[in-house]
Structure formats: C-alpha cells, structure tokens
Nanobody, 124 residues
Framework: QVHLVESVGGLVQAGGSLRLSCAAS????????MGWFRQAPGKELEFVAT???????????DYAPSVKGRLTISRDNAKNTVYLQMNSLKPEDTAVYYC??????????????WGQGTQVTVSS
C-alpha cells in the first residue's frame, strides 16, 4: 500500500515563502516520478511541478509556466521525501496542494497515488 503524507501548509503574505514536504512509503521511491498539483476554489486540478528519473542518470524537473522561477521541486531519496520550495508567493498561488507519485509528466492521469492535500493561502 502506497501512502503519501504532506506537511501542513499555511498562511503567508504575498512575496513570502513556504516549503511543503511529502513523505512517501510503500513504493520504490527513487524510481518513480513525484509531482505536485494544486486546486484553487472553483478550478480544476492543475500541474505544478514534477521530478522524474531520467534514464537512470539523474532526475529531471519540470514546472508549470506560472510557477517557473518561483517554485522549486526537490527530492531526498534517503528520506523518501519530495519537497516544494515556494518563493515570491502570489495570491493566485492560493490552493490545496497535492503530491502524487506515478509515471511523471504534467497529466493527472499519469499519477496513481495521491496525498490528502494541504491548504496554502497567500494573502495580498
């Protein structure tokens, strides 16, 4: 059984920073892609970032255009944990953030296990 447990999000002012973490268990963590998605009120679930095992050499990171340069995904395989460092936060980053594991890419369907979600609120 695969479990993903996200850290508690929080409330932060615009321009501030926040780091989310997601601890995984029940799967060979290092060989699977880990992704972050988010869902704002009244909107669909959207891709944020992913880190994917690239040909057995290194990890490849990809980002949604709206977060590139502000959010950084990283992973610690020794701890089975993926992180999302969020800098220069904007009110439009307000959403429930979900981590997921699967084959990688930006499509929701490529991920087969999901965390419970954590609320991030950015005040203006």
């Amino acid at each position: 059984q695969v479990h993903l447990v996200e850290s508690v999000g929080g409330l932060v002012q615009a321009g501030g920073s926040l780091r989310l973490s997601c601890a995984a268990s029940g799967r060979a963590f290092r060989t699977y892609a880990m992704g972050w998605f988010r869902q704002a009120p009244g909107k669909e679930l959207e891709f944020v970032a992913t880190t994917t095992w690239n040909s057995g050499i290194t990890y490849y990171a990809d980002y949604a255009p709206s977060v590139k340069g502000r959010l950084t995904i990283s992973r610690d395989n020794a701890k089975n944990t993926v992180y999302l460092q969020m800098n220069s936060l904007k009110p439009e980053d307000t959403a429930v953030y979900y981590c997921a594991t699967g084959r990688g890419g930006s499509a929701v369907a490529q991920y087969d296990y999901w965390g419970q979600g954590t609320q991030v609120t950015v005040s203006s």
